[in-house]
């Protein structure tokens, strides 16, 4: 694959700044080194800087040669996980108990290589916002708390865009999908009291283990007897807890688990019926229950039309065989939802070889050979949306 002479200039370096974020990952809102560094490389390449937005977030200001009041956002995520790191590679985690296991140090670089080939070029109209976001794991919304701290409020974008590496798709691929792309995920937690006792005398406790184990199996009916067969929403339980003793019938058990839905219509209708048949449930087996949702992000959903618009300049850039048109979407969750709800935009995957460790396992590390392939997309984008 050819790339411009800014971009294969700096493609050594690109890979130190990737490796180097890689070996200190930072979890939400703790990010402080990573944005540091980001801050740094964008004053090098002579773009305005803001810091601290939504907490540890970090925007870009880079305006092209000729004057426009276009303006478009590019967004990359910058944490890691709370999860140890099992690659054993030179430039592993050096900080115990945190990993980059989704790819986020290489979205960083792939925008910073961007953010030095058009720095260097200009060659378009109008503003670019290089987004670099906190907190987009483990359901902290860094997406959201950049919003509130007013990101399309003091940085005026017409739309907004974000990309994710994708292990399982050949390197360099894209998918980019009309409409809906990732679900939405929200956790639900059900405590079921009871009447504890003596595990000898059980008619004289009301047992919530049996009611639990009851839920558990009612629960199970919802997705097969309660939504159209053609929509697509999981739920799984992955909590149970209950009891101290063998011999005691405890007084309170616990469910926990997740839903993933792909409308908010959907969303409301499938956790009243989780809250509905819990309750009643509980009450047959003389319980009481009480129901606590922790929201999650909302579905992933591209506007239709900067989808289509992304995938003529993607085929522009790579070639027509470049984009993956069968892929389905996933019953993962992406905060950038938040974004593509207040802007239109897309959210594109772009493929990390058919070989690569899946996300968010111990043994990932992110393809060094698609950096370039980023930042070309990235500077095609902005040149293509901003002539």
Known sequence: MNFEKNIQDIIPSM????????????????EFETSEFIAEKLKEFDIEVHKGIGGTGVVGVLKGNRKSNKAIGLRADMDALPMSEKTNLKYSSKNPGKMHACGHDGHVTMLLGAAYNLSRK???SGTVYLIFQPAEEGGKAGAKAMINDGLFDNFKMDSVWGIHNWPGLELGKAVIHDEFAMAGGDLFEINVIGKGGHAAQPQHSNDPVVAIGFIITALQTILSRKIDPFSNAVLSITKVNAGTAFNVIPEKAYIGGTLRSTNDKERNYLLKKIEEISKNTAISHNCETEFKITP?????INDKHCAEQVRKIFKKTFGEHTVDMEHSATMGSEDFSYMLKKRPGAYVWLGCGEKSEKLHSPYYDFNDKLL??????????VENLMP
């Open 296 to 300: 999650g992000y909302p579905p992933t």
């Open 122 to 124: 200009k060659n378009f």
């Open 15 to 30: 890979e130190k700044w990737r490796q180097k974020i890689h070996s200190k990952p930072e979890i939400a809102y703790e």
């Open 372 to 381: 370039p392939i980023g930042a070309k997309y990235w500077t095609n984008l």
